[in-house]
T-cell receptor
Framework: ETGVTQTPRHLVMGMTNKKSLKCEQHLGHNAMYWYKQSAKKPLELMFVYSLEERVENNSVPSRFSPECPNSSHLFLHLHTLQPEDSALYLC???????????????FGSGTRLTVV | GQNIDQPTEMTATEGAIVQINCTYQTSGFNGLFWYQQHAGEAPTFLSYNVLDGLEEKGRFSSFLSRSKGYSYLLLKELQMKDSASYLCALGSNDYKLSFGAGTTVTVRA
């Protein structure tokens, strides 16, 4: 149990579908993050939320739409995705925006997304 | 911005020692982290260095030289369960955590 739970673990979707990824943390953290992890590439920071306010949007295509309804939940809404969007999507959290020297960020296990 | 380099793959024998190097360039250094990630699982925190020198935690140690932009993670007495990807991550003054592409370590019997 990492403290950060992501659902679903696996998702296959067509390019015309709409789906959502969910992330939940009960660590009392105030900052939450979405990262994209593609094979053999560094983790790419997509979105950052602090106290439910978006503080970072890293030039991510509009087909990815984040939502943070409260400090414990983070969503990533997906629509009209492309095959190159297939990747592992990781959610992470931290007490505040500065990575903790004790744990950095706490990550979830990710959602393996395949776009067909 | 940040630039982080680490080897793609390494292979070692059970019981041996492996050293994973990480070199970086950054405009604002705020700590270096190492994570372990088993296939299909969450990255988990291993170590944090902000001052030069060696930090030891059981079988794992991490070293930092800020002047050289260099860190390494040392894994001793390798076990089969140590087969995983090891991620070097750089903290910066703009609070972000930037990651290298990861080093896949395979431990063979």
């Amino acid at each position: 149990e990492t403290g950060v739970t992501q659902t679903p673990r696996h998702l296959v979707m067509g390019m015309t579908n709409k789906k959502s990824l969910k992330c939940e943390q009960h660590l009392g953290h105030n900052a939450m993050y979405w990262y994209k992890q593609s094979a053999k590439k560094p983790l790419e920071l997509m979105f950052v939320y602090s106290l439910e306010e978006r503080v970072e949007n890293n030039s991510v295509p509009s087909r990815f739409s984040p939502e943070c309804p409260n400090s414990s939940h983070l969503f990533l809404h997906l629509h009209t995705l492309q095959p190159e969007d297939s990747a592992l999507y990781l959610c992470a959290s931290s007490q505040d925006l500065t990575p903790s020297p004790n744990y950095g960020y706490t990550f979830g296990s990710g959602t393996r997304l395949t776009v067909v | 911005g940040q630039n982080i380099d680490q080897p793609t793959e390494m292979t070692a024998t059970e019981g041996a020692i492996v050293q994973i190097n990480c070199t970086y360039q950054t405009s604002g250094f705020n700590g270096l982290f190492w994570y372990q990630q088993h296939a299909g699982e969450a990255p988990t925190f291993l170590s944090y260095n902000v001052l030069d020198g060696l930090e030891e935690k059981g079988r794992f140690s991490s070293f930092l030289s800020r002047s050289k932009g260099y860190s390494y993670l040392l894994l001793k007495e390798l076990q089969m369960k140590d087969s995983a990807s090891y991620l070097c991550a750089l903290g910066s003054n703009d609070y972000k955590l930037s990651f290298g592409a990861g080093t896949t370590v395979t431990v063979r019997a």
